[in-house]
């Protein structure tokens, strides 16, 4: 089983709908982190949370410490959403922002 | 202020030769990390540098693999003789400290004929 898991693995939506994409992780964690892969590569670091809820555009981040759960959430999709999200995690034994990453959910909205 | 900028974005080596990737940190980042996505599969871990040393290597394969952070100029991952299952995208980040969020290069996509 790995450290952090990623669902779905893949998500269609509709332009306009609420988007939800769930991580677990299984290590104590310093940090969790969410980013996002567009086609061609490149890659972009969304959100770092260690607790509670933070909010970018439209985009917010969730995590449940106790639970070992965070949520990526996606409100009014639009096609240009469409990329993989993947959620990574800072293990505390690591001592420092060493990153081990869930699979990636691989997200496409349709217009 | 440019953002963490590697090169080549896109690399082709033949079997055997040697692959040299760069990466240069944002401005004030003293701290480097490089990952390695294979295709299909998920990023890893592979180093964790600052300035002029190497803190952790655990995710570097043990031979023709080596990382270095110099003091001038950009960190460098080098791979030796190269093979087919070394093609993959090669990431790398930068962050001014360990506790503040990384930001990421564009990738260096390596293909081995």
């Known amino acids: 089983k790995n450290e952090v898991e990623q669902s779905p693995q893949n998500l269609t939506a509709q332009e306009g709908e609420f988007i939800t994409i769930n991580c677990s992780y299984s290590v104590g964690i310093s940090a969790l982190h969410w980013l996002q892969q567009h086609p061609g590569g490149g890659i972009v670091s969304l959100f770092m949370l260690s607790s509670g809820k933070k909010k970018h555009g439209r985009l917010i981040a969730t995590i449940n410490i106790q639970e070992k759960h965070s949520s990526l959430h996606i409100t009014a999709s639009h096609p240009r959403d469409s990329a993989v999200y993947i959620c990574a995690a800072s293990p505390i034994s690591g001592g420092y922002n060493k990153l081990i990453f869930g699979a990636g959910t691989r997200l496409a909205v349709h217009p | 202020n440019a953002g963490v900028m590697q090169n080549p974005r896109h690399l082709v080596r033949r079997r055997g030769q040697e692959a040299r990737l760069r990466c240069s940190p944002m401005k004030g980042h003293s701290h480097v990390y490089w990952y390695r996505q294979l295709p299909e599969e998920g990023l890893k871990f592979m180093v964790y540098?600052?300035?002029?040393?190497?803190?952790?290597e655990s995710g570097m394969p043990k031979e023709r693999f080596s990382a270095e952070f110099p003091k001038e100029g950009p960190s460098i991952l080098r791979i030796q003789q190269v093979v087919r299952g070394d093609s993959a995208a090669y990431f790398c980040a930068s962050s001014p400290n360990r506790d503040q969020p990384q930001h990421f290069g564009d990738g260096t996509r390596l293909s081995i004929l």
């Open positions: 540098l600052q300035k002029e040393n190497i803190i952790d």
